[in-house]
């Protein structure tokens, strides 16, 4: 495992000496023990990685990569990853969130942007705007801000404008 801001390096695969035959294995341990240590890399690579900040802490930075955010503590910075964000209820994000998904159980003071879709849940209050292709929100749930959803991609704009004209509207 690598340490943060580091690169995992992971050793070259085994080939086969100049005489074409494989390396001779200890015994049926070692090659199983290598095999499954190699089925766990694979399963690393394809697994979709979920950062959490937990209850008691408190962060303030910036997040960004290409993995998954759940903050269960407090944070405050913006937050621009690949796969989800989750704030759970009794947490707190002060900050902007791009994201594919992001759903809200706690506090969100700050704008959605760019997602995929976004989830508010009974417990969820968001203070910003929030610009999504979809959007659910819970009945208890709140929010103060702009929403804007359904404008995911240019052909669904060019569609609804061209619907509009069919109708009659302007």
């Known amino acids: 495992m690598a340490l943060f801001g580091e690169k995992e390096t992971i050793p070259p695969p085994v080939t086969n000496p100049p005489g074409g035959r494989p390396a001779p294995v200890a015994d049926a341990a070692t090659r199983a023990a290598a095999e499954a240590a190699a089925d766990q890399v694979r399963r690393n690579r394809a697994e979709p990685k979920e950062s959490v900040i937990a209850a008691e802490l408190a962060i303030e930075g910036k ?18 990853v690949d796969g989800n964000v989750t704030v ?10 791009q994201a594919k998904s992001v759903v809200v159980g706690g506090e969100l003071t700050g704008n959605i942007d760019k ?56």
């Open 88 to 97: 759970e209820a009794g947490s707190h994000l002060e900050g902007g969130v």
């Open 63 to 80: 997040i960004q990569g290409a993995g998954s955010v759940r903050i269960a503590g407090r944070f405050k910075g913006d937050v621009q």
């Open 115 to 170: 997602a995929k879709h976004v989830d508010v849940l009974g417990t969820g209050v968001i203070v910003g705007d929030v610009k999504a292709e979809t959007i659910t929100v819970a009945s208890g749930a709140r929010m103060r801000g702009h929403v804007e959803f359904g404008w995911g991609n240019e052909s669904n704009v060019a569609r609804t404008l061209a619907n509009g004209k069919d109708h009659g509207h302007a």
